[in-house]
């Protein structure tokens, strides 16, 4: 099993920054590979794609939406998975969620193949 807890949320206004930080546990989560992802889900919308991480970190990708403001990282050593979030706009205002799917380098997107989620942390961004 993979227990994830999130932190690091919190307001903000529009054009600040926040850190979430994304803590994994498990035996699971030690001995085997997981890529790594955040998703948001905002009142009324589905739970959106907003960027993974490979096991090695060497594999990267974000949605267009949080591109070149977002920055996934990870210490597996620690057992942690950061996002950085720059230049928050109020649409990123959501509960942002990491989850974790026991692949090396799983290159999808959709949220319902990832198998372990934390609790989720909340955004808000003022204007």
């Known amino acids: 099993q993979v227990q994830l807890v999130e932190s690091g949320g919190g307001l903000v206004q529009a054009g600040g920054s926040l850190r979430l930080s994304c803590a994994a546990s498990?035996?699971?989560?030690?001995?085997?590979?997981?890529?790594v992802g955040w998703f948001r889900q905002a009142p009324g919308k589905e739970r959106e794609f907003v960027a993974r991480?490979?096991?090695?970190?060497?594999?990267?990708y974000y949605a267009d939406s949080v591109k070149d403001r977002f920055t996934i990282s990870r210490d597996n050593a620690k057992m942690m998975v950061l996002l950085q979030m720059n230049r928050l706009k109020p649409e990123d205002m959501a509960v942002y969620y990491c989850?974790?799917?026991?692949?090396?380098?799983?290159?999808?997107?959709?949220?319902?193949?990832?198998?372990?989620w934390g609790q989720g942390t909340q955004v808000t961004v003022s204007s």
């Open positions: 989850a974790a799917v026991r692949q090396a380098d799983y290159s999808g997107s959709d949220y319902t193949d990832y198998d372990y």
């Open positions: 498990g035996d699971s989560f030690i001995y085997y590979p997981h890529t």
């Open positions: 991480i490979s096991w090695s970190g060497s594999s990267r």
